[in-house]
């Protein structure tokens, strides 16, 4: 057996088992399993001192900046020189925009437009377009200042100056003059229908004069009763468009006691009637009813005991009305309590 020997007098001898033609790939990766078990080795090494300095890995806090600083960034962002930029864009990138917008509010304006004005086209300003179902009228009444409630003493004026006041301002419409200049006086018993004129013509109105109330007129006793412990209210029934009420025969009107001693009440005048005559209806709208003035029926309680506590319900009777809903206590009826004291 000769021996081979190299510079560094280390024997080096192939393994047997291997062939003759593959010494240099043995030994390539015996060199690199060698290299592998060293990278293995450094990952399981302990870590040095200064790796456990956790410090150095914080983030570094910002620095802060001053004002001037600031001014110049915003004077950069308004209006950048070197770029020609306007608030971060060019004057393309601006023109594009406004472009955009001015067309999208364009579109989004001509559509409302258009939808405005289909609806326009498609509805009367003088009736309803539909009106399959019309409800039964309620009923207001005056005066009416903080909820149904009148309370005074007749020999105190201030206690019932409020109530007077509100009726005159509820009257002021009715007076003789303006309604011998504005209607017409009507002496039939039916229905004023006028349907035979033309869509926009101006419909003429009956007159309701306020010297028909009389002593709830404020006309001979400017205090409508409250003085003398005799209130007045008045009764309104509210405005339906196109409405006929009754079914030809007149609405009438009756009032009685809710909760109270019924005989304390005493006796119940009605002026000029107890009933709304069908002359005054149908109701043609406020833009060809023009000079319309609504009936009203006074109520005046003549007799009523002095420091009683009453609640009175008034009520709409009639054909196709109702007085008696559970849920609308203004629909065909209306309910106010009164206290008169001397």
């Given amino acids: 057996m000769e021996p081979s020997s190299t510079e560094g007098g280390a024997e080096e001898t192939l393994p047997k088992s291997y062939p003759p033609g593959l010494p240099h790939k043995v030994m ?29 890995w914080k983030r570094r806090p910002i620095p ?3 004002l001037h600083q600031k001014i110049d960034d915003l004077k950069t962002y308004l209006w950048n020189a070197e770029t020609n930029e306007f608030m971060g864009r060019s004057g393309k990138s601006w ?12 579109f989004l304006a001509a559509m409302f437009g258009g939808c405005l004005f289909c609806l326009m086209w498609s509805i009367s300003p003088y009736h309803p377009t539909f009106n399959d179902r ?24 201030k206690s019932w100056k409020k109530y007077a006041r509100n009726m005159d301002e509820y009257l002021r419409s009715y007076n003789d003059g303006a309604q011998d200049r504005k209607n017409i006086r009507c002496s039939q018993d039916r229905y004023f229908m006028q349907d035979d004129l033309e869509e926009s013509a101006e419909r003429k109105a009956c007159q309701f004069k306020r010297s028909w109330l009389g ?12 003085s003398q412990g005799r209130p007045c209210i008045l009764l309104r029934m509210n ?7 009754g079914q030809g ?41 023009v ?19 009453f609640q009175i319900q008034c009520k709409l009777n009639g054909k196709g009305i109702i007085n008696d809903s559970p849920t609308d206590r203004y629909l065909g009826s209306v309910t106010f309590s009164l206290d008169v004291g001397a």
């Fill in 291 to 309: 000079n319309y003035s609504s009936p009203v029926v006074a109520v005046r309680f003549a007799g009523l005991q002095y420091d009683t506590h």
């Fill in 239 to 245: 405005r339906i468009l196109g409405y006929l009420p």
């Fill in 134 to 157: 019309v409800m039964p009228p309620g009923m207001t009444m005056a005066p009416h200042l903080e909820g149904h409630e009148i309370a005074f003493n007749a020999s105190d004026r």
């Fill in 249 to 289: 025969k007149p609405i009438n009107v009756t009032c009685g006691v809710k909760k109270g001693p019924p005989e304390a009440l005493g006796e119940i005048q009605f002026f000029p009637k107890s009933f709304f005559e069908l002359k005054y209806y149908p109701y043609y709208g406020k833009l060809r009813h």
């Fill in 215 to 226: 002593d709830c007129s404020g006309l001979q006793d400017p205090h409508y009763g409250y």
């Fill in 64 to 66: 802060q900046r001053t």
């Fill in 28 to 56: 390539l990766k015996h060199g690199q399993e060698l290299e592998e078990e060293q990278e293995e080795l450094a990952e399981h090494q302990p870590l040095e001192q200064e790796d456990l300095n956790f410090e150095r």
């Fill in 95 to 106: 023109s594009l925009i406004l472009l955009f917008y001015a067309a999208l509010y364009m």
